[in-house]
């Protein structure tokens, strides 16, 4: 009986490491998914490793192309790259398991010549019978029996047609590892029977194939979700066999990432929550930078009080035996935060290029935008990258920039002070008499003051500037919310100003009938 972690295990550093990202290629990317192949990522790049990209690809039933595109999507849009596998080929091509069945038999044949696995002729039924005869509970299911058949036994059952499954003949022992994330953990012995590495008719399973390609790609380190760490006992059982037939020279080590949780309660994000739904985070307006810096967060730091980092800070510093065991929480209000940091963290030249396909998404400007619109967006975007969170409000802050046409948010009407109508023929007048050359944003921001703020017994209508530059703030863009006021004026033109002020005040007169 042992309990020490297999010597066998690579004692891989620096750039000898090899961490790979596995998905299988059904459903949209999600979250947490992305986090896996981010946590990856960055511990390849920190090292100076390598990343190794493959599909698991053998579920005919629920492998799709159009998955496996849009996980190429999602990772060219993340910018994260990777160093073998689909698309950029490597020496271990191919990177797809639907491709590597021949190879899969040469492994087999290997361990059937090593004695590692057997033959198994039982059925499901037979192994609940035996249970049950023995006083065995049935969920322990497979008993070891066929490990035990004698040549004529094998032979008889082949005599009746039945093909054999493949099992590894698991060691009588308990089987430990030290987990980078979690420490030493022990698998005592007999804790799982023998399993099925390849069903009747030469079908491999996914215990098999996935500890395989690891061993022939030469995976040094397996970083995963906590979900998959019961799978580690038969990974470390097979990875003995696969040592003791030459397949490989060494163990990977393992570490296993926390849960991430829901909003609410202690429940795994589901995957078909929308907030798990990659694309529907960059259809919202996240930026690469952003979200990558907020999955970072779900189980790792880079420094106390510290959330907001970019992705070079992220690989200069992260280490996966730095990361929490603890089960992370999914906060949408925390994660745009931290987006709306990254995005004033953008040259306004780059913030400005990032707006145009949610603004042409929106039909706001065409894509490219004409010269006139490039010249409006250069202009406008610094308006509002210091309050924006999310690139996806770019239209409703805008849009009112790049059409003639104002329509009124009912919040908005609504908003508008009794003497709004006063407050708008006041403000045409204020900015009829200043010059058409000398339209800024400080002259317009003179003229208003004058007539609206200034005291009644001066000339002016006394009022606050909240009340005073609400309605002109409708008037303009049909908003409550929009950008600086002034600002926007200067964009606009003073013909076009005025005559958006006046548009306010015939709406209102002709609501009231």
């Known amino acids: 009986m042992s309990s020490s972690p297999d010597p066998r295990t690579t004692t891989a550093t620096g750039a000898d490491v090899r961490v790979r990202f596995c998905p299988s290629p059904t459903g949209l990317p999600h979250v947490g998914l992305i986090r896996t192949v981010l946590f990856n990522w960055a511990y390849a790049r920190h090292n100076g ?64 010549v090593a004695g590692a696995v057997y033959e198994s002729y039982s059925t499901a039924e037979e192994i609940d019978a035996r249970n049950e005869a023995n006083g065995r509970a049935k969920q322990l299911g497979y008993d070891n029996f066929d490990r035990y058949l004698t040549d004529e036994q094998k032979a008889a059952f082949r005599a009746e047609g039945r093909e054999p499954a493949w099992r590894l003949r698991v060691p009588d022992e308990d089987l430990t590892y030290v987990d980078l994330i979690r420490g030493e953990v022990t698998f005592p012995a007999g804790s799982f029977p023998d399993f099925v590495l390849v069903r009747a008719g030469g079908v491999p399973l996914y215990p098999f194939v996935n500890p395989v390609d690891d061993a022939l790609m030469g995976i040094t380190h397996v970083i995963r979700g ?97 990361v929490n065991p603890n089960p992370a929480r999914f906060d949408q209000k925390k994660a745009e935060s931290i987006n709306g940091d990254h995005i004033r963290m953008l040259q306004p030249e780059d913030f400005a290029a990032r707006l145009v396909p949610y603004l042409s998404a929106a039909g706001i400007v065409s894509e490219p935008p004409t010269a006139a619109q490039q010249a409006m967006l250069a ?65 317009v921001q003179d003229a208003l003051a004058g007539a609206l703020i200034t005291p009644v017994e001066e000339g002016g209508l006394g009022l606050k500037p909240r009340v005073a530059y609400g309605p002109l703030r409708v008037a303009l863009s049909g908003r409550r919310v929009s950008p600086p006021l002034f600002e926007s004026m200067e964009l606009l033109g003073k013909s076009e100003t005025i005559r958006r002020l006046g548009a306010l005040v015939e709406h209102r007169s002709d609501a009231r009938g």
């Not at 491709?99 to 899969?104: F, L, V």
């Not at 509002?384 to 919040?411: K, N």
């Open 49 to 112: 490793g390598k990343l190794v990209f493959r599909i698991e690809d053998t579920d005919a039933a629920r492998d799709s192309e159009e998955s496996y595109q849009q996980l190429l999507d999602a990772l060219r849009w993340l910018r994260i790259d990777w160093d073998e596998g689909v698309e950029v080929g490597g020496p271990h091509a191919p990177y797809r398991q639907s491709q590597r069945h021949d190879i899969y038999r040469e492994v087999l044949d290997k361990l059937i």
């Open 226 to 322: 906590e979900d998959l760490m019961p799978s580690t006992a038969r990974q470390l059982a097979l990875y003995g066999a696969l040592v003791d037939a030459g397949v490989t020279t060494f163990i990977p080590r393992f570490a296993h990432m926390p849960l991430v949780l829901g909003e609410e309660g202690n429940k795994k994000l589901s995957k078909r929550d929308p907030k798990a739904d990659l694309f529907l985070q960059r259809d919202k307006g996240f930026i690469h930078e952003g979200l990558l810096n907020y999955l970072a967060l779900l189980g790792w730091s880079i420094g106390p009080d510290r959330d907001v980092f970019s992705l070079e800070e992220l690989v200069a510093a992260f280490d996966i035996v730095d």
């Open 379 to 443: 202009a406008a975007a610094p308006l509002v990258q210091e309050r924006m969170q999310l690139l996806g409000d770019a239209p409703g802050l805008l849009g009112f920039l790049f059409s003639d046409d104002v329509s009124y948010q009912d919040d908005a009407l609504a908003s508008l002070p009794a003497n709004a109508n006063e407050v708008l023929v006041a403000s045409v007048g204020a900015l009829e008499v200043v010059p058409e050359t000398d339209f800024s944003a400080a002259a």
